[in-house]
Nanobody
Framework: QVQLVESGGELVQAGESLTISCAAS???????????IGWFRQAPGKEREFVAR????????HYADSLKGRFTISRDNVRKMVYLQMNSLKPEDTAVYYC?????????????????RGQGTQVTVSS
């Protein structure tokens, strides 16, 4: 059973940057590098949406079109950590951000593709 714990969410001003983190605990056997990791977010009163994912076998990074150029996903397979760097934050980026993972997932843009999900971390951007 993979466990994911997000951290780093906080209240920031519009235009600032913030990096949130996801710490993974994986069972013995599969390597953390065998998991595709995704970030999703859900704003109040809105549907959950895809933010970014980093693929297991080639490190390919894929982003929601609206976030390209502002958000960057990265991973540290030794530390079993995944990061989401967010620049030029806007009030509409306010949401709970969720980290997700699944074993050797090749797509990873749909929340329902992931068996493992964290509890989320709140990011609030004030204007």
């Amino acid at each position: 059973q993979v466990q994911l714990v997000e951290s780093g969410g906080e209240l920031v001003q519009a235009g600032e940057s913030l990096t949130i983190s996801c710490a993974a605990s994986v069972p013995s056997g599969p390597s953390f590098s065998d998991y595709t990791i995704g970030w999703f977010r859900q704003a109040p009163g809105k549907e959950r949406e895809f933010v970014a994912r980093i693929r297991w076998f080639d490190g390919d990074m894929h982003y929601a079109d609206s976030l390209k150029g502002r958000f960057t996903i990265s991973r540290d397979n030794v530390r079993k950590m995944v990061y989401l760097q967010m620049n030029s934050l806007k009030p509409e980026d306010t949401a709970v951000y969720y980290c997700t993972a699944d074993y050797r997932l090749n797509t990873g843009v749909d929340f329902n593709e992931y068996r493992y999900r964290g509890q989320g971390t709140q990011v609030t951007v004030s204007s």
